[in-house]
T-cell receptor, first 113, second 117 residues
Framework: AQSVTQPDIHITVSEGASLELRCNYS??????LFWYVQSPGQGLQLLLK??????LVQGIKGFEAEFKRSQSSFNLRKPSVHWSDAAEYFC???????????FGKGTRLHILP | GAVVSQHPSRVICKSGTSVKIECRSL??????MFWYRQFPKQSLMLMAT?????????EQGVEKDKFLINHASLTLSTLTVTSAHPEDSSFYIC?????????????FGQGTRLTVV
């Protein structure tokens, strides 16, 4: 069965510093991968997605992610974080065949002023 | 992108009563919608897949009789929490795909915070 692992429950970085959030997936074929962001008490907003093609994907708000098949990873990066980036980030994979989205447990990002 | 609207955003109800949550796709038709439940500081757990014009498909461990799902039209799915108890208090989120967009991106509602007292 497909699964998504986000090894870091909490990440704290200083404003202006670079960020990398880790995501590993378990899937038999090339997956559809997503990163979502959730602010407290809110729904989810799509940051970026990977279906095929260029393995470096650009998203909104200055985020990017790189698909690495050899490592089964899809890490999210941002060169310089802003205080408004503090939120919960979810990596997700689509389960082909039934189109279900399977989420990782999430990583909460804290920003130090 | 496509817009999914959930209503209400917050609801407080007494134990034993039923609560209905609506999920609407505002600018597209969704033959399939998904209902998730999120406990505090937890990930989203898929509860069921709502199919327009047919019965919903529930995930293992989800009580069908407690969480009634109706997908009566291509733009509306409802989740009814029947005989609610405090342990049903949670954040419920729906999502839908726009088949016309030709990909598997899902759009999420704003979520509904249910508190059962």
């Amino acid at each position: 069965a497909q699964s998504v692992t986000q090894p870091d429950i909490h990440i704290t970085v200083s404003e202006g510093a670079s960020l990398e959030l880790r995501c590993n997936y378990s899937y038999g074929a090339t997956p559809y991968l997503f990163w979502y962001v959730q602010s407290p008490g809110q729904g989810l907003q799509l940051l970026l997605k990977y279906f095929s093609g260029d393995t470096l994907v650009q998203g909104i708000k200055g985020f990017e992610a790189e698909f690495k098949r050899s490592q089964s990873s899809f890490n999210l990066r941002k060169p310089s974080v802003h205080w408004s980036d503090a939120a919960e980030y979810f990596c997700a994979v689509v389960s082909k065949g039934d189109d279900k989205i399977i989420f990782g447990k999430g990583t909460r990002l804290h920003i130090l002023p | 992108g496509a817009v999914v609207s959930q209503h209400p955003s917050r609801v407080i109800c007494k134990s034993g009563t039923s609560v209905k949550i609506e999920c609407r796709s505002l600018d597209f038709q969704a033959t399939t919608m998904f209902w998730y439940r999120q406990f505090p500081k937890q990930s989203l757990m898929l509860m069921a897949t709502s199919n327009e014009g047919s019965k919903a498909t529930y995930e293992q461990g989800v009580e069908k009789d407690k969480f009634l799902i109706n997908h009566a039209s291509l733009t509306l799915s409802t989740l009814t929490v029947t005989s609610a108890h405090p342990e049903d208090s949670s954040f419920y989120i729906c999502s839908a795909r726009d088949p016309a967009r030709g990909d598997t991106e899902a759009f999420f509602g704003q979520g509904t915070r249910l508190t059962v007292v």
